[in-house]
């Protein structure tokens, strides 16, 4: 197999249709050799059933459904560790991620590239608190994280057989897709294009807490810059401390009137209490991760594989 296309949907059943047509069509010039994925949360819709009718029409359309919600994440991990291509490529179904670039990834890999990405120059259709978001998300990250990860570059993107080998021997089970393929290294390229609006519908995965969730998984998973910032913050507060201390000494040993008054005492109280839980919620970011990688448990649970082989078992 030479070209994978794995797409993680949910609710999604009026783009399926003009998402294979414009993918088939692309790919009809490329190679007869390919298969398509779709990674299915159980939708409240005919997403299934859409997809089994063009299943019907071309058994290269394969479906992989899950026993429950597990998150776009999880499902395009999922799609990865099942797909049988040299190249694996990742992109949504709501045409976002323009299917006319996968040709010029193509082109790239053939050049020896391992890593293709496709990076937005615009944000079409994005509210503009996303794009905050991510525009802000994206600098935090670069600046403390242990990996450079390109701005703008979403999971569009192709991967090399090697490339997906590596990744899904790591055991971290948070699916920040950026972060792991940043990990992995190996030769990578940026593909720019402008990035068109969904063809239908609201979108149903990353909406503005998922996007900050996404957020902290690239600063928490990458970094320890955190815990770092939070015991900066508490030297300086201490010093803070200490430089009043030496305040109201001064105005004591001068025999000055000290006017602070409880509006002061109630900013003070507030202001360190303050640090104080932010301090905790970064310990708590830390431990939860902790927690879940220590548990274990499987990234996802398949109910119904259609055309799909059970992958091989990963090393260790």
């Known amino acids: 197999m030479i070209l994978s296309i794995v797409v993680p949907v949910y609710c999604e059943e009026k783009n399926i249709a003009e998402f294979l047509r414009r993918v088939q069509s692309i790919l009809g010039g490329l190679t007869e050799d390919y298969e398509v994925i779709f990674s299915l949360d159980p939708s409240r819709d005919r ?3 859409v997809i089994l009718e063009h299943r019907g029409l071309d058994e290269r359309i394969k479906l992989l459904k899950f026993s429950r919600r597990f998150g776009q994440p999880m499902a395009t991990i999922a799609g990865m560790q099942y797909s049988s291509g040299e190249a694996v490529i990742v992109m949504d179904v709501d045409l ?20 293709v990405l496709a990076q937005r120059r615009n944000r079409a259709g994005e509210p503009w608190i996303k794009r905050l978001v991510a525009g802000t998300g994206y600098k935090i990250i670069n600046r403390v994280a242990e990996v450079a990860i390109p701005p703008n570059t979403g999971d569009y993107r192709l991967m090399s057989r090697r490339v997906v080998t590596e990744i899904l021997k790591l055991k971290e089970c948070h699916g920040f897709l950026r972060g792991l393929v940043a990990l992995v290294g190996f030769r990578q390229c940026l593909l720019p294009f402008d990035r068109p609006a969904r063809f239908s519908g609201d979108t149903n995965y990353n909406r503005f807490f998922g996007s900050l969730r996404i957020g902290f998984n690239g600063v928490f998973c990458f970094s320890t810059y955190a815990l770092t910032l939070a015991t900066k913050a508490g030297f300086v507060i201490a010093g803070g401390s200490f430089l009043l201390m030496a305040v109201y000494f001064l105005f004591k040993v001068m ?5 602070w008054g409880n509006p002061t005492l109630v900013i003070l109280v507030a ?3 303050g640090v104080q839980l932010i301090s905790v919620g970064i310990l708590g970011e830390y431990i939860g991760r902790i927690y879940e990688e220590v548990r274990a448990r499987p990234k996802f649970i398949v109910e119904r594989a259609e055309g799909i082989k059970p992958p091989p078992p990963m090393g260790p």
């Open 47 to 49: 997403t299934e059933e």
């Open 271 to 273: 202001f360190l209490s």
């Open 96 to 115: 976002q991620d323009p299917p006319e670039l996968i040709a010029g990834m193509m082109g790239k890999w053939k050049e020896g590239y391992d890593v």
């Open 255 to 259: 025999s000055w009137p000290i006017v």
